[in-house]
Nanobody, 130 residues
């Protein structure tokens, strides 16, 4: 069973930085593993969940236009941990952030679509003040 646990959220002022971590168990993300991509999503109150960044096990990345140039997704296979480095944070980045993984052996090119994911963490809150 895949389990995902996010950490690293908090409150920062606009222009600040945070690094989110997602520690995973129950899958491997290296080239021999059965999990082919991972993603970060966020959901603000009253809004739908939106894709922020996705990464394939071949290293390809996708970013939402709103975070391009500010956020970076990466993974450490040895630690089975997914990261989201967030720089130049804006108040509109305020949301609950979730990491997600697909079902085993599932392929997709739509790394930012919540429909392509099966496993979700509990989320970590990010609040950016102006």
């Amino acid at each position: 069973q895949v389990q995902l646990v996010e950490s690293g959220g908090g409150s920062v002022q606009a222009g600040g930085s945070l690094r989110l971590s997602c520690t995973a168990s129950g899958y491997t993300f290296d080239r021999y593993g059965s999990t082919y991509y991972l993603g970060w999503f966020r959901q603000a109150p009253g809004k739908e969940r939106e894709g922020v960044a996705g990464i394939g096990r071949d290293g390809r990345t996708n970013y939402a236009d709103s975070v391009k140039g500010r956020f970076t997704i990466s993974q450490d296979n040895a630690k089975n941990t997914l990261y989201l480095q967030m720089n130049s944070l804006k108040p509109e980045d305020t949301a609950m952030y979730y990491c997600a993984a697909p079902s085993r052996f599932r392929s997709s090119s739509r790394l930012l679509s919540p429909d392509e994911y099966h496993y979700w963490g509990q989320g970590t809150q990010v609040a950016v003040s102006s």
